[in-house]
């Protein structure tokens, strides 16, 4: 097999991958990502053992068990430009031998589920709601990099999103599927939804504060109309997509789910950020345990 150089797998000298710090055996086979560094320990001190504590700028990552399952929490913080990193080097931890820099014969596939927050299109989806997106649109360019090939399904969801939006809106994004085993097993319940994944947290998602956005709020809003095998554009966020992209070009399992912090078309922010948090992670590290 053909050996990875090293500038273009970069290996600490402590055996570690370069960004996320991480060695092979420290990675569990069940992933969680979550963005902000400081919910890493809101989602490990559920576990009941912890084995690895590491922290490299943004990425901070625990690994340990809960019951018999080996978890591993990471954070990636905000952006796509975070995911490729995340997404890769995950990857190479399970998939590549550091020993002699070859993709590994037997494929290891990640199950990686998403805790995060974003902000609701539907006055019907309040704060404190809880997205699982079966579908995301990017609306980075992240894609514009890799040889992308969608689905049938993907395709679909593009072309009738692009027939919908030439009387509406009309924004560049490519279309991708999230796992529907891990949407059946850890998002029952939870409101599905066609996610939308944000280059940026202001004029990206049209918020106007001194420097105008060049779509405003009403622009995105208009696209909670448009819904694809009854499942409807519900949210914002900003990692989804290249989540889902990634993950299916690797051979991995994703989902994300989403905490609703703000709800766009009523202007609200909710006050039980944490509280509403803690039961988001409670109820996805429950069906981690008892599904996957």
């Not at 050996?3 to 992933?31: F, M, T």
Request: glycine share 8%; aromatic share 8%.
């Amino acid at each position: 097999m053909a050996r990875i150089p090293e500038s273009e797998l970069i290996i600490n000298p402590d055996g570690s991958i370069y960004h996320l710090n991480l060695r092979p055996e420290d990675l569990a086979q069940a992933v969680i990502t979550v963005g902000d560094p400081g919910r890493v320990p809101q989602v490990s001190k559920y576990f009941d053992e912890l084995e690895v504590k590491k922290q490299k700028r943004e990425f901070v990552s625990h690994t340990g068990r809960l019951g018999r399952k080996r978890l591993t929490v990471i954070s990636s913080g905000i952006g796509a430009e975070n995911i490729d990193i995340l997404l890769n080097e995950l990857d190479a931890l399970a998939n590549i031998d550091f020993d002699t820099r070859s993709i590994r014969p037997v494929h290891t596939s990640l199950d990686i589920i998403r805790i995060g927050t974003s902000g609701s299109l539907h006055a019907d989806i309040p704060v404190g709601s809880f997205v699982a997106s079966a579908y995301a649109l990017g609306l980075d360019n992240l894609l514009s990099f890799y040889e992308y090939s969608p689905t049938l399904g993907e395709a679909e969801l593009a072309d009738e999103l692009n027939a919908f939006m030439a009387y509406t809106a009309e924004l560049p994004f490519y279309a991708c599927e999230g796992n529907r085993e891990l949407l059946a097993a850890i998002g029952a319940g939870m409101q599905p939804g066609i996610t939308l994944t944000s280059a940026g947290f202001y004029g990206p998602q049209g918020r106007t504060l001194r420097a105008r956005a060049r779509f405003g709020a009403e622009y995105f809003l208009q696209l909670a109309g448009f819904s694809f095998r009854n499942v409807p554009v519900t949210n914002f966020e900003m990692e989804t997509s290249a989540i889902y992209a990634l993950s299916r070009m690797l051979g991995h399992r994703a989902l994300s789910t989403n905490l609703i912090l703000a709800n766009r078309a009523g202007q609200a922010f909710s006050n039980n950020y944490r509280e509403d948090m803690d039961k988001l992670i409670q109820l996805v590290l429950e069906r981690i345990v008892d599904k996957l």
